[in-house]
């Protein structure tokens, strides 16, 4: 563990075990979510829920329990409310709450799936019934497409009025046709060092590098890694664009892959 890391685990084991739940809760409002999820592999498991809960806001726990081991998501989330957790799933990204989906036990992710508006648990549903070992299975259904006849300013203005969870995405955007067909790819450096005027179109690389469905994960790491992708579009038999597979679900692969191996 980092420094960082040790610390924060010594500090919340001491505070935890004077019952001291204020202090506890202001080190956790400083800490960042990925940090609390490896810190509660070190911390006895009767605190888990305690620390889970102190945690500052909603938000900040449906991150950690997205960053969270999989043999320790159960003793969460069992016995929770499944309206709470469904406020959680919502505050996730599609492919981290059927990540988190997948760990559950069958009759809570139909109640959760069940608790859902209708195009939410459709989203979730259709990434479930992918292999969880291919690009369907890792990938983000969160992405940033525009027609190929926008130009760079209208381009622009669509990503300053976007989603917030989509600008976050936002590596590069991808450039579609009327059809719906994946036919380019643009960076965000383009964007701004051309002329306003200028159309997607002129901006795009139309050779995209990009993944089926039905690739394997290893493959889309190696993808990733060989061109220095931050993300991989991934698209169906058709040719359009279904989501992308982000940097840090490449960095997961790759230690999955690592860890099997070893």
């Known amino acids: 563990m980092s420094p960082r890391l040790q610390l924060l685990l010594e500090s919340l084991q001491k505070l935890l075990r004077r019952g001291a739940h204020g202090p506890v809760r202001r080190l956790l409002q400083r800490a960042r979510p990925m940090d609390v999820a490896v810190v509660l592999r070190f911390l006895d498991e009767r605190h888990h829920g305690r620390v889970f809960d102190l945690l500052p806001d909603d938000e900040t726990r449906a991150e950690t329990l997205a960053e969270l081991d999989p043999h320790l998501l159960m003793g969460l989330v069992e016995g929770r409310p499944v309206a709470e957790l ?90 579609i046709n009327e059809h719906g067909h994946l036919v380019g790819v643009v960076s965000l450096r383009a964007l701004v060092i051309n002329p306003p005027h200028t159309q997607l179109s002129e901006l795009m690389v139309s050779d995209v590098i990009s993944a089926k469905i039905d690739t394997d994960q290893e493959e889309v790491a190696r993808i990733a890694a060989r061109y220095n992708l931050l993300a991989v579009p991934v698209v169906d038999a058709g040719n359009h664009l279904v989501g992308i597979v982000t940097i840090d679900d490449v960095i997961d692969v790759i230690r999955e892959e690592a860890t099997e191996d070893i």
């Open 86 to 175: 469904a406020e959680l799933l919502k505050l996730m990204g599609g492919d981290d709450a059927a990540d988190l989906l997948a760990e559950l036990p069958e009759e809570l992710r139909q109640q959760l799936l069940d608790a859902l508006k209708p195009h939410e648990a459709e989203e979730v549903e259709d990434l479930l019934g992918y292999d969880e070992e291919t690009a369907g299975g890792i990938m983000s259904p969160d992405f940033f497409a525009l027609p190929e006849t926008l130009t760079a300013t209208e381009a622009i203005q669509a990503l300053q009025a976007s989603d917030e969870d989509d600008i976050e995405m936002a590596y590069y955007i991808y450039a």
